[in-house]
């Protein structure tokens, strides 16, 4: 049977995909890129924001209108709207967060334990998610309750993988030539806390470097109030990549406190001056929240200066989108949809110019990039692009196809929201 794998959302979900399609390879299937030529698809949705949602819907329809005859629809609008997805074209299984680890087993009328006889080489998948990097699910669910949030809802409470099993699936990921590892998880940084003797992410990062043979470890979203400075320590080592997402979600202490998080601006300023400390030329990308309820004028100033403050390599901007059964919904002071439109792109604007700012130091610099997409043959070689460790995407020419590899790159201009440099002529022949 054909498989088409597609994904909506973060970076957990990208995480999920790629052990499905490595189940339903060793159960003898072919994953395929694309829905016109599969005869079951598999989507895994997204409910974080209204626009999520409505982009889950969208391609579950687009694939049943391409030919798949067969879809599975899962994740988190699926577990939030089960009845709304059962009736959308060809989705004739609906399968929620909670039954997602057996997505495959229960699809295909095998036992769980098919899958855990020996460990199952990572391919990459083929088509649009198509990634070098390979994405290691190492937690799932959530214990907090940040009012705007659905996620914990669909996910439900917090539960950490064993160590022993994302260790396999590293040396899985490894053993099919992946040359990164991200570490992902809805709520990375309470790894290990649900366990009878309480263990913390720092914990599985020292395991995974002492254990693996990893060469590049790079961190998903980190909530700030599970850090503490002796955290950095461990970019001691090289292999771990110096990039940390710390979503912020608000830079006013009392739309901070609305939204029920366990952070205030003085101990996420002195989290990032740490990090900094150690790190000089740390990338710290965040997510802000624009148009929460009852934010003022005043408030939405507060967060602008504080954004422009930290100096960001980078972000996400969200206008508030109202989710079902969340304690912002029902929140009095719903702002309307077109001042969160407006403070969106003044924010952005602000992230925009600070990382800019950030990749302009990087001029004149040699950083090695490894390689995930190849976009065009152009006169001189074939246009590649990548990330250094620091998450520079970054443009540059090729002699051949350099794909999954990495390569030293002298970083030369900028060019939008990327960079442009030349390879190193001698690391090429190597």
């Not at 990164?180 to 806390?193: A, D």
Request: proline residues 4%; glycine residues 6%.
């Amino acid at each position: 049977m054909k498989i088409f794998l597609e994904t909506i959302g973060c970076r957990l979900n990208q995480a999920e995909i790629e052990l499905m399609s490595r189940q339903f390879r060793a159960a003898g299937h072919e994953v395929v890129a694309s829905a016109a030529e599969a005869d079951m698809a598999v989507v895994n949705t997204c409910a974080v924001t209204t626009q999520a949602a409505a982009d889950s819907r969208g391609k579950i329809r687009n694939i049943a209108r391409a030919g798949a005859e067969e879809i599975v629809a899962t994740g988190c609008w699926t577990s939030i709207q089960p009845k709304e997805a059962a009736a959308l074209p060809n989705v004739l299984r609906v399968v929620g967060n909670d039954k997602k680890d057996s997505l495959v087993a229960d699809v295909l009328g095998l036992p769980q334990e098919t899958f855990d006889l020996e460990p199952l080489e990572r391919v990459p998948i083929p088509g649009l998610h198509r990634r070098t990097r390979a994405f290691i699910k190492a937690q799932d669910g959530c214990n907090n309750h940040c009012t705007f949030c659905v996620t914990t809802i669909a996910r439900g409470e917090s539960r950490s993988r064993p160590l022993a099993e994302i260790i396999a699936d590293v040396n899985s990921a490894l053993a099919g030539d992946s040359k990164e590892i991200v570490l992902t998880g809805v709520h990375l940084g309470s790894w290990g806390q649900d366990f009878s003797e309480a263990r913390h992410l720092r914990n599985l990062i020292e395991a995974l470097l002492r254990e693996t043979d990893v060469r590049r470890l790079r961190l998903s979203s980190l909530e700030p109030w599970d850090l503490d400075e002796d955290f950095f320590s461990l970019w001691h080592d090289p292999r771990l990549m110096p990039h940390l997402h710390l979503p912020l979600q608000s830079g006013c202490d009392s739309t901070l406190k609305r939204m029920a998080r366990k952070i205030s601006t003085a101990s996420f300023r002195e989290l990032v001056h740490a990090a900094r400390s150690v790190l000089p030329e740390v990338a710290i990308t965040t997510d802000i929240i624009a148009g929460f309820p009852g934010e003022s004028d005043d408030e939405f100033s507060e967060t602008l200066d504080f954004v422009r403050e930290m100096k960001f390599s980078g972000g996400h901007v969200f206008s508030y989108s109202p989710r079902p059964a969340t304690g912002a919904a029902r929140m009095k002071g719903q702002i309307k949809p077109e001042v969160r439109k407006r403070r969106n792109r003044i924010l952005q604007e602000a992230v925009a110019e600070s990382a800019k700012n950030y990749r302009e130091n990087f001029i004149g610099q040699t950083l090695p990039v490894l390689w995930e997409a190849m976009t065009e043959y152009e006169a001189g070689g074939w246009r590649m692009e990548g990330w250094t460790g620091n998450y520079l995407r970054v443009s540059a020419l090729a002699p051949a196809p350099r794909w999954n590899e990495v390569d030293d790159v002298l970083l030369q201009n900028i060019d939008g929201e990327k960079m442009r440099g030349s390879l190193v002529a001698a690391k090429i022949l190597t």
